[in-house]
């Protein structure tokens, strides 16, 4: 009785589950929030598709597609979360499927749902990373002078070792006691909404030339190399690059077992990030999309930063106003450093995702993958997200 009493709803409910607690429960629901929305990282996102959403439709693509892909995102989020509370277990996605699917399909459809989502994981940890390594690229590049200038360009083993050397830190870093990744996630958030809005402030203001409202919310671009005049079907690829930022927001669930009445908090973790990043993710988009003057330039691989739209636009703004684009680098930075704790996030969800699915034994030698460390951390989890990170981008070698 005294046990039970010491127990928060989201403690109880995982054990009427059926499931023995084994991470330390200790992250509150700004924690909870601050993880998801560190996947999420808005400001990576949008920078990383950004090409994707000139290219397919311009910038109606975004200004609008945002919205289209926000309501969906939201009403999924909204259904994730109800049955966050339900079922908070680190398991997330695959034990739902589990409970809801009914007896006949309940393995089928946990099997399929589990691998789609930790193989998934897998894949967006090692992207996260490589966009980090991408960011870093284009930063070495215009710190030397640009595409015109006597630039230095990082060549393909480069860039996997620094990729690799980006995992490992991240692999140091979750292997660390959750009461300080804690603090990292809580840095995290702060980073990415201050950051968001040192660069949507400053690029518009330091910029000498903007579009008009006009062009950013009507202007289409059906040139885009696929010879299709089809406009809506143009408009639904460019949806892809808001449907690759909205993603993530699921990190909320695998972190339930160690957040307080996680019952309650992963939902609210799930729908906090979805809602503040529809917001945030509107503004930077305004910003990048009212200083995105003659797209067909900023795409073009003979520009500086060598067809990185979003770099192009913050080393031009600054070059065109002061003569040098060190505050575009700078600016760089902001994102660059977000997108690592970004990375870090997915590979702190992911480690959860396989430490519940080795729970369940779905994952060749389970008993391995599934050990906890004194400290509540599943360390061989953590270590098999690392090294997998790394294996998928060896083939751009």
Not at 279 to 305: K, Q, R, S
Request: hydrophobic share 50%; aromatic share 14%; net charge positive.
């Amino acid at each position: 009785m005294v046990e039970a009493a010491a127990m928060d709803s989201g403690e109880k409910r995982l054990r009427d589950l059926g499931n023995k607690p084994e991470l330390r429960r200790t992250l509150s629901v700004l924690s909870n929030f601050a993880f998801s929305y560190a996947v999420l990282c808005i400001v990576a996102g949008i920078t990383v598709v950004f090409n994707i959403a000139l290219t397919y439709g311009g910038t109606v693509s975004l200004v609008w597609g945002w919205f289209v892909v926000g309501f969906f995102t939201l009403c999924v989020g909204a259904s994730m979360a109800e049955i966050c509370s339900a079922y908070p277990t680190s398991g997330g996605l695959y034990f739902w499927s589990a409970q809801l699917a009914g007896p006949k399909w309940k393995p089928f459809a946990s099997w399929v749902t589990g691998w789609f989502n930790v193989v998934g994981q897998w894949a967006v940890s090692c992207v996260s990373t490589f966009a980090c390594v991408q960011i870093l690229q284009v930063i070495v590049l215009l710190a030397t002078g640009g595409v015109n200038g006597s630039s230095y360009v990082l060549n393909k083993n480069q860039a996997v070792a620094i990729h690799g050397a980006l995992v490992v830190s991240i692999g140091l870093l979750n292997s660390l006691p959750i009461q300080i990744v804690d603090y990292v996630g809580l840095f995290a958030v702060a980073w990415n909404v201050v950051g968001a809005f040192v660069v949507i402030i400053v690029i518009p203001s330091v910029a000498l030339q903007r579009n008009s409202a006009s062009f950013v919310f009507t202007s289409f671009n059906v040139n885009s190399g696929l010879g299709l005049p089809s406009k809506p079907y143009l408009f639904l690829i460019g949806l892809l690059a808001g449907q690759f930022t909205l993603s993530g927001f699921d990190a909320s669930a695998h972190l339930t077992e160690e957040t307080k009445a996680s019952d309650r908090n992963g939902a609210y973790g799930i729908l906090g990030s979805i809602i503040i990043s529809l917001l945030v993710g509107y503004a930077y988009i305004l910003a990048l999309c009212f200083t995105a003057v003659n797209p067909a330039a900023l795409l073009d691989p003979g520009n500086d930063a060598g067809g990185y739209a979003v770099a192009q636009i913050f080393y031009q703004v600054f070059k065109d106003r002061y003569g040098s684009g060190t505050g575009g680098i700078l600016c760089l930075g902001i994102i660059a450093v977000a997108v690592y704790f970004c990375s870090a996030s997915c590979i702190l969800s992911n480690s959860r995702m396989v430490y519940a699915f080795s729970r369940d034994r779905a994952i060749p030698y389970s008993k391995f993958w599934h050990k906890v460390k004194g400290d509540g951390v599943p360390i061989n989890a953590v270590w098999l997200s690392v090294v997998i990170a790394f294996l998928f981008v060896l083939p751009v070698r």
